[in-house]
């Protein structure tokens, strides 16, 4: 359990007196552990490679302290926008719907990457072993209370790699400095170091509470300007002909018996006169997109933001639940016609079969893992601001401890953004998009000491840099595949981001 401390946001502190003595003895206990690690002749995970063993110590440990934070408490969110240090690591994931579900976290004690085909089993054994010698709470309170590890991942074994994408590894989880997690009204505050060897916790302490005393207790994000100035220019990084070749490729290869599906995805470039403002822009889309998981995750002058409505997969102890999201149409401001367009959804041939390969393949990805995998039998529409989905949810009863990173590894890509097969699929997607996605389309979450956590697919989503966005958007390719209607899904699905970042 947490220390169920209240907190109060504001001079001299966030800790009291007795929070902070803990804080001390776990600070003093971790450096012990460290050492005794450190003894044992073994060996950091700092650098990407083969999991580590079960039993490796690593000769650092970390340290940390989770309180409730006294109502009114702040927007954890815009406590992390409006306290982040210029380049300082963030991280946001919401989804207001859900009783206004959200973590948020600054900084980084410890970065775990990997690259290639085991990076997801590479980070999720490091972070295993790390959350093994911690001195922490264990999880308590709202989902992603307590000590976490945040980040994502590229949707291909060495995504991210293009110049665009610094920044992002294709595997990248970080344990932050401070974190904030809410559900309803009670939110808890998380702060963690990383002790080794050689440190002191005096000093330790110290660090944390010059962090905590440059915390701000906003409550609010900031907004998008509501008259920008200057020119903004919406420009196709490929022109729209390549896409349209593109599934006409693809759909020949389908026909021949090569593939059932496959996700091909556009980029679009956004030019503003000014640099976009990372933290506005969460804000609009967390406005707009309430029923959908918000996400952010800012490394360097980068951030990736998004809104998804695709949840790749949730662990709660032995229980994983996740949803199979294909086939879309529009929505209309005429609730007779958004019904109609929801109904031919629904009847629509294409979409059912872009549907249904989705929903067989996941189950079948659990069932190895689980005592019973259970599918919804018949799919629903689900409606967003602009978009509607068929949508089936899926649960699963774990048959053995797979953590939420494990189960990651298990499911991605999912024929909703991947193919099927994808062995065939992922030879054809980047020759036939020409690009490197990063982590489009890829996980993006967090995981707590237990193992517990949430992924979601990283879709509706844009790269900013500057006053640069790339955004992204991609379609399911089946047989009966009409290459200027897929062409013009990608712009209803870019419509989640454009308005927001084109003034």
Not at 29 to 41: D, F, H, I, L, N
Not at 170 to 183: G, I, K, M
Not at 462 to 479: D, E
Request: one cysteine or more; glycine letters at 8%.
């Amino acid at each position: 359990m947490s220390t169920g401390i209240r907190a109060r946001p504001s001079s001299p502190g966030w800790l009291d007196d007795r929070t902070r003595e803990l804080l001390r003895d776990r600070l003093a206990e971790a450096v012990r552990r460290a050492r005794a690690g450190a003894g044992a002749g073994a060996r950091g995970l700092r650098v990407p490679g083969r999991p580590a063993e079960p039993r490796e110590r690593t000769g650092e440990a970390l340290a940390a302290v989770t309180v409730r934070l006294a109502a009114p408490a702040p927007d954890p969110t815009a406590v992390v926008v409006a306290s982040r240090r210029p380049g300082e690591p963030w991280f946001a994931l919401e989804q207001p719907d859900r009783d206004g579900t959200a973590l948020a976290a600054l900084g980084c004690v410890r970065a775990v990457e990997a690259t290639g085909a085991e990076r997801f089993a590479a980070v999720s054994q490091a972070w295993q072993t790390l959350a093994r010698e911690a001195v922490a709470d264990p999880p308590d309170g709202p989902a992603g209370s307590g000590l976490v590890a945040v980040g994502g991942f590229a949707f291909a074994p060495r995504g991210g790699e293009s110049p665009t994408w610094t920044g992002f590894a294709p595997a990248s989880l970080q344990v932050p400095e401070v974190a904030l997690a809410r559900r309803g009204d009670d939110v808890r505050l998380t702060v963690a170091a990383l002790a080794t060897p050689d440190d002191d916790p005096a000093q330790l302490l110290a660090r944390i509470e010059a962090r905590l005393e440059e915390l701000r207790p906003a409550r609010e994000l900031p907004l998008l300007d509501p008259a920008p100035a200057g020119r903004y220019r919406v420009v196709s990084a490929m022109p729209p002909e390549h896409y349209e070749s593109a599934v006409t490729r693809a759909v020949e290869r389908i026909r021949a018996g090569e593939v059932q599906k496959v996700v091909l995805a556009r980029e679009v470039q956004v030019h503003a006169p000014v640099d976009h403002d990372p933290g506005a822009v969460f804000g609009a889309l967390r406005s707009a997109f309430p029923g959908c998981f918000v996400y952010a995750v800012g490394r360097g002058e980068r951030t990736f933001v998004g809104a998804t409505p695709e949840l790749l997969v949730r662990r709660d102890g032995e229980r994983a639940s996740t949803v199979a999201l294909a086939g879309s149409t529009r929505r209309s401001a005429d609730p007779a016609v958004d019904d109609h367009l929801g109904e031919a959804l629904l009847r629509s041939n294409k979409n059912r079969e872009e549907q249904a390969i989705v929903t067989r393949r996941i189950a079948r990805a659990l069932h190895p893992h689980s005592l019973w995998v259970t599918a919804a039998p018949e799919p629903v529409v689900v409606r967003v601001a602009n978009i509607q989905h068929l949508a089936t949810p899926i649960r699963a009863q774990l048959s053995r401890p797979l953590g939420a990173m494990q189960l990651a590894d298990v499911l991605h890509p999912t024929p909703a953004v991947g193919g099927e097969p994808f062995e065939t699929a992922e030879r054809l997607i980047p020759q036939l998009e020409g690009f490197d996605r990063g982590w489009y389309a890829g996980p993006v979450g967090w995981t707590d000491t237990s193992g517990d956590g949430e992924l979601c697919v990283a879709l509706r989503c844009a790269l900013l840099n500057g006053p640069v966005a790339h955004c992204y958007a991609g379609v399911g390719v089946v047989r009966d595949s009409d290459p200027a209607a897929e062409l013009a899904e990608t712009e209803v699905k870019l419509q989640a981001l454009l308005p927001v970042l084109a003034g």
